[in-house]
């Protein structure tokens, strides 16, 4: 193994809040070293300050504007992490059942939560009904239909927005897009005002919003603001024909820096989006948003130990604690995260793929890595808040990570590290 004739600078990721400190990576006023020593390997950490940063935001640029922030709790649904958002005002993106259980369970109302989803089931639909749901984001026309009559079985009258689909190329990974025609998501744009016509037709249903969403981890403004002037465009259309909104969804998707990208920032994106709507008189429209990614994503490191490192004639593998099963997104998506030494050793590196123990090839999490790294050494995958563990499994037998939650200098352990006897729970044997 010849050491590559280069430093090892580590790059830490805008918005993260990762800063070196005596020699050892810390997030807040937290040694990450530290929190290896005390929850063990793998271990998820987030960060208060740069998740409330984040919203700030957000919030700075929808203000004064009536507003509201629905976070998309797909990205990170761990309870700790909703009830963050739920005491900072935020409201909820849900798209299943489960997930207005968990929000509830954190402490926020349901009239406060959204319900997104191509395809929410009668079980789904009474209980968001029975809770007091805030609105359904209706994805079809059978949907709505399927809606209207729960909601008159129930005697209950059911707010809802029909999720538009601008046919937009959001310019991201083809997986993650989807707000093109292509795309199972939503009505098409061509549609949209029959679909209202048809919903005015339908009992119990009070028709409140329009709502897009075109797609996640997105770097540029343009793509956002063609979605939102074609969304515009429908909500002049519709009150023509005399069917006024409350409020306006321009969904979620604003990306963050994994390898460098410089996405807008939300407070741009929001500010222009207030202009525009003041611009083309439809200010009376409240406006909603549904971030994930931006709110949680470069607020989460996921802490992980080198197990071996195994050097062979072609390549140097790194094989860590970590894998797949705790972040999928290299193999799912051939996603980059920034993979950084919590201690660095002031080594010349050497060049590394760095690896998971499953056994699957594509047990990936960095490839072609320039790192100095020894057995045991503690590595930080960053930008790990969003889609990390929200996305976590059990496989190949493996509990799932612990997670911690710091703010200054205090630490939260925030979900238990899972036990074996975790993995059979709710398991029965035949006898
Ligand atoms: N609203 C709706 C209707 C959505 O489908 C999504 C994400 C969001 C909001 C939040 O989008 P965000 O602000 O997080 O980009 N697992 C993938 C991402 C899937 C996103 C699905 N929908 C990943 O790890 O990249």
Redesign the pocket.
Known sequence: MTPLAMTDTPRLPVGSGLHYAHGTLHLEQVSLAELVKRFGSPLFVYSKQVMLDALHAYTQGLSPHPHRVHY?M??NSSLAVLQVFANAGCGF?IVSGGELARAMQAGARAQDCVF?GVGKTTAEIDQALAAGIGCFNVESLSELQHISSRAQALGKVAPISLRVNPDVDAGTHPY?S?GLRDNKFGISHADAVAAYRYACELGGLHITGIDC?IG??ITQATPFFDAMERVFDLVDALTQQGITLQHIDL????GIDYQGEQPPSATHLWQTTVQRLHARGLQRHALWC?????LVGNAGVCLSQVVVCKPTAHKNFLILDAAMNDLP?PAM?Q?YHEIVPVTPRGEPPLLWDVVGPVCETGDWLGRARTLAAHEGDVLAICSAG??GMS?ASQYNARPRAAEVLVHGDTVHLIRERERHETLWQGEHLVT
């Open positions: 998309a797909k990205a993106d997104s993650i989807t969403h996640s981890q969904g979620g998707g604003l549904e971030p994930g990614r931006s997104r998506y996603a969003a889609y996305m």
